[in-house]
């Protein structure tokens, strides 16, 4: 049988990877700027994260939801402590389109209504409701644009507010920093007026963290760097470091009812296990802090790149914008240095998603070999 073909490949296979190293089937050795696309929170194979792992395996791996699995109240905790968002509620599911799905839907059972507004250059990801909020027809199939969507320009107050004040809205959902579309970001004032249109006009605001979440950018979740507190938020990629493992965090006000949202893998205690054991790595090695100043050094050694338009991101989600398209540079960096590196719907910009244990040395590495690559284009 042969694969069902939707997905563009590069020619590298990888069979072993550790820490912010990936490792081919001919022994190369490649530097991961890319993190599998922002999964990678706490490197490859961690020793604590297989010991878990392997801990949990020999324990139970899976039984439904219809069993007490305390992993998942000890998980709800330590997201609690570690987010700081105490009093909200922990849904487990999968993967980042359903934490969107369960959150729209969760925003649709709360005010019963079933319009929701979405950004330009959005990506939710590609199940019925998450692809319908997704701005990008082409992934868009007839059966999921029966969703009424309205997308809308970030910072455009106005029409946030013609739209809210209709009252037909049950969610306005928006990355804080927006991975596929780019590394834009909505302005301080708009994520304030979001807050304060959806209290108005009983809609309920969802952040999506899915890609940003799990301390990539500087704080847990990308909405902290403000004072706001969201009715949903959701996440997934680096909540398990490539263990299929998403959810949606529930403010206060909305309250569960039993069958309201279900899975049967979700919350499993693989899945817990995994997601605990990058937790306490996050914590015990300070990951999160470390960003911030690893952010400051690629920002600084990025100014001095030749031909560099702008730096976008914060944290470890970070962009290097030029004025041509960069997918020959990043097929460059793959084979003739060894990089992976990440695009987006925005052709001019390199993203860089790195597991978050990277150090200085890996950056310098990559900056000589963006240099050279550069000065030969
Ligand atoms: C912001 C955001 N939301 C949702 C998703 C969908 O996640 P998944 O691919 O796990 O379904 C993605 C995936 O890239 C994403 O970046």
Redesign the pocket.
């Known amino acids: 049988m042969k694969l069902f073909d939707v997905y563009p490949l590069y020619e590298v296979t990888p069979v072993r990877a550790k820490d912010v190293y990936i490792y081919d089937n001919d022994g190369k050795k490649y530097l991961d700027l890319y993190g599998g696309?922002?999964v990678i929170s706490i490197g490859h194979s961690h020793p604590h994260y297989i010991k878990k792992i392997i801990n949990q395996l020999k324990q139970i791996s899976f039984y439904s939801n219809a069993i007490q699995n305390p992993l998942q109240n000890e998980l709800a905790n330590v997201i609690g402590e570690q987010s700081c968002l105490h009093d909200y509620k922990l849904f487990l599911c999968s993967?980042?389109?359903?934490?969107?799905e369960n959150a729209l839907k969760l925003a649709s059972f709360k005010t019963k209504r079933k319009k929701v507004i979405a950004f330009k250059n959005s990506?939710?990801?590609?199940?019925s409701a998450?692809v319908a909020v997704t701005d990008n027809i082409k992934i868009n199939a007839p059966l999921n644009q029966q969703q009424e969507v309205t997308f809308l320009n970030f910072n455009d107050e106005k029409a946030l507010q013609n739209e809210l004040a209709t009252k037909e809205y049950c969610a306005v959902i928006f990355?804080a920093i927006?991975?596929?579309g780019g590394l834009n970001e909505p302005s301080e004032d708009f994520i304030y007026a979001m807050e304060r249109l959806c209290k108005e006009y009983g809609s309920c605001l969802i952040s999506?963290e899915?890609?940003?979440g799990f301390s990539r950018t500087g704080t847990f979740f990308a909405f902290q760097k403000y004072n706001i507190n969201p009715h949903i938020i959701?996440m997934?990629?680096g909540m398990g470091n490539g263990f299929p493992v998403?959810g949606i965090l529930v403010h206060p006000d909305i309250k569960a009812k039993h069958g309201m949202l279900g899975t049967t893998f979700g919350g499993n205690h693989l899945a817990c296990s995994a997601s605990l054991a990058v937790l306490e790595v996050l914590k015990k090695e300070r990951l999160q802090e470390k960003t911030k100043s690893l952010e400051t050094y690629f920002r600084s050694k990025a100014n001095s790149l030749s031909k560099i338009k702008k730096i976008k991101g914060r944290g470890l989600m970070l962009g290097l914008e030029f004025d041509f398209k960069v997918s020959e540079i990043r097929k460059k960096l793959i084979y003739d240095h060894y990089i992976f590196t990440g695009g987006s719907s925005n052709e001019n910009l390199i993203r860089i998603l790195p597991p978050l244990t990277i150090k200085k040395k890996h950056m310098d590495y990559f900056f000589e070999a963006l240099e050279k690559v550069l000065t030969a284009f």
């Open positions: 696309h922002a993967t980042g389109a359903e934490a969107i990506f939710h990801g590609r199940t998450a990355e927006q991975g596929v999506d899915v890609q940003s959701t997934a990629k998403g």
